[in-house]
């Protein structure tokens, strides 16, 4: 039984233009979620994470929105640039560890 | 500035050899993770560690056993590679006292078993 989804392989954007990454999760125990990046031949680093007890946490560009009834996740990034085209993973935490999802390519075109 | 190194990039092992891969940090992190990434199937978590001397299963640890001797150090043991062990390992290191618990990854390591 899978705990996070990314429904989303895949996400083309223009450049400037706003990204909005998508994950759902199925347990409400979580504490806190997160949003990794990744590029190629390189781990996994951290972006910006929000605690179970809040809706919205923003970063400059970016901001994660946290719809616990929905048990939904967002990440929006304005504006985009080529720059943040990586894969972005979505994580959930609790009790010390993270359960990952798929992961979303996200490609912003110039 | 947090830094994890694993020891390689690249590996290629033939079936039923032992391999070791290993991780280090250098910020006195207390927790320790390795995951394995495979396309389309995200990172799944083998094995992970709170302190020296523990270890707790992950999601998929069968086929693989871990060691932590040292603080800074979590290995990766592939008792009899096979094939299905082909894959991109990721080392990950966390703060204990940090309740987002923010993994700070390693550059991974390509494992290909022939």
């Known amino acids: 039984d899978q705990q996070v989804k990314q429904n989303s392989p895949s996400l083309s954007v223009q450049e400037g233009r706003i990204s909005i990454l998508n994950c759902d999760y199925t347990n409400s125990m979580f504490d806190y979620f997160l949003w990794y990046k990744k590029y190629p031949a390189e781990g996994p680093t951290f972006l910006i994470s929000?605690?179970?007890?809040?809706d919205k946490n923003e970063d400059g560009r970016f901001t994660v929105f946290l719809n616990k009834s929905a048990k939904h996740l967002s990440l929006h990034i304005v504006p985009s640039q080529p720059g943040d085209s990586a894969v972005y993973f979505c994580a959930v935490h609790n009790a010390g560890k993270s359960t990952f999802g798929d992961g979303t390519t996200l490609t912003v075109k110039p | 500035d947090v830094k994890v190194t694993q020891s390689s990039r690249y590996l290629v092992k033939r079936t039923g050899e032992k391999v070791f891969l290993e991780c280090v940090q250098d910020m006195d992190h207390e927790n320790m993770f390795w995951y394995r990434q495979d396309p389309g199937l995200g990172l799944r978590l083998i094995y992970f560690?709170?302190?020296?001397?523990?270890?707790e299963k992950g999601d998929i640890p069968e086929g693989y056993s871990v060691s932590r001797e040292k603080k800074e150090r979590f290995s990766l043991i592939l008792e009899s590679a096979s094939t299905n062990q082909t894959s991109m390992y990721l080392c990950?290191?966390?703060?204990?006292?940090?309740?987002?618990?923010?993994?700070?990854f390693g550059p991974g390591t390509r494992l290909t078993v022939t």
């Open positions: 990950a290191s966390s703060l204990g006292r940090d309740p987002a618990g923010e993994q700070y």
């Open positions: 929000i605690s179970s007890i809040k």
């Open positions: 560690s709170y302190d020296v001397k523990m270890k």
